[in-house]
């Protein structure tokens, strides 16, 4: 597979184009490459500047500043330490504990008592999520297995972290999303207020495949099931406000003893263990790992280091390919969900699972 030599993405992604000298289209315009990250820097300290106030804002309402989601992965951790540390900020974390690996329990449980900060748990029933993610790889929106997932599970704790915050009446969320994270079109610094305030977040193909339940689609979070004058929550991206590198992260973690070691602060080895099936899925289909073309963009903007994901982009798709390693988890999440390889497939429209707006 051919690769732009400076940001790594693969000629085989859409809309993708290389060089003779393998340079892709999205690396080969210097200009417009200037001119888009100038927009993005005015962009990002705009988004400070309203996060700050935002910080401002919040201090001594309430029993707590701001809720934040504790997945165990090196930004969430990072994201503690700066608003409970550095920002004097009375934090609650928050973990749904859904399909989070041993690794990045023992960054949660580290973290927690090295900062000494509330943490509150909510463990739902398991037999909900099988069902979904058994459902939803089956029957896969166009753009794959982790777009899918990622579009309903992502809302569902999402969901549960907007209810915790309406009903401990905690003015912020704030994710440790780093850019290019959720997907664009959901969110960039900020949730809208309608998908926080007016939105059913039920995926609709999901509500109309007769698979579930009332009591199970309820799992999702509805602004609408709230009454008048209900306090809804800011949910914010810090990330995306702040400058943001990658390796400084990984390296700030394990310094300040959050983390055991590089390997506790490495997305490859904290990161939900569904997740290398979905890039198994997407590779069979795709030919290429999804999540690429995310790396790529950090690696253009410098939030990434290029010589890192040169190195570990391969090796990733090795393991997953052969079940080797950390790749292993593919394997595992088959028997776990009960399916085959040739059951991992698309068969829904682009955009079958977005929550849709609710009218007002």
Not at 48 to 72: H, I, N
Not at 168 to 183: C, F, H, M, R, T
Request: aromatic residues 10%; glycine residues 6%.
């Amino acid at each position: 597979m051919r690769r732009c030599k400076r940001c790594l993405v693969p000629e085989i992604v859409p809309g993708v184009r290389l060089s003779t000298v393998d340079v892709c289209n999205l690396c080969g315009d210097q200009h417009a490459l200037a001119l888009q990250a100038g927009q993005v820097e005015q962009s990002r300290l705009a988004d400070e500047a309203d996060f700050e106030k935002a910080l401002a804002d919040c201090r001594g309402q309430g029993q707590y500043d701001c809720l934040v989601p504790l997945s165990g992965g090196k930004d969430s951790v990072d994201l503690l330490y700066r608003l409970k540390v550095e920002r004097k900020l009375k934090v609650l974390a928050f973990t749904a504990d859904v399909n989070i690996p041993p690794l990045a329990w023992d960054n949660i449980r580290r973290t927690i008592a090295k900062l000494d900060i509330d943490h509150l748990t909510y463990t739902p029933s398991h037999a909900f999520y099988e069902k979904a993610f058994r459902y939803l790889l089956r029957n896969q929106e166009e753009r794959g297995a982790v777009y899918t997932i990622s579009y309903v599970y992502a809302p569902l704790f999402e969901g549960d972290a907007i209810k915790l915050a309406i009903e401990k009446d905690i003015p912020l969320v704030l994710a440790g999303y780093s850019p290019g994270q959720p997907e664009p079109e959901r969110m960039l610094y900020e949730f809208s207020r309608e998908l926080i305030c007016k939105t059913d977040w039920t995926p609709p193909a999901l509500a109309a495949s007769g698979e579930f339940s009332d009591d199970e689609l309820g799992r999702f979070y509805n602004a609408n099931n709230y009454p008048a004058g209900t306090r809804f929550p800011r949910y914010l991206g810090p990330f995306h406000a702040w400058a943001y590198d990658q390796e400084e992260i990984m390296r700030q973690v394990v310094a300040r003893g959050l983390v055991a070691t590089s390997k506790h602060a490495s997305p490859i080895h904290s990161n939900y263990p569904i997740n290398w099936l979905l890039m198994y899925s997407d590779l069979r289909t795709f030919g290429y790992n999804p999540y690429l073309p995310e790396f790529a963009a950090l690696i253009r903007s410098d939030k990434a280091s290029l010589s890192y994901w040169r190195v570990m982009g391969p090796l990733v798709d090795f393991m997953i390919r052969h079940r080797l390693g950390p790749g292993r988890e593919v394997s595992r999440s088959l028997k776990w969900l009960d399916l085959d390889a040739d059951e991992l497939r698309i068969t829904k429209a682009r955009g079958a699972y977005d929550p849709q707006p609710a009218l007002a």
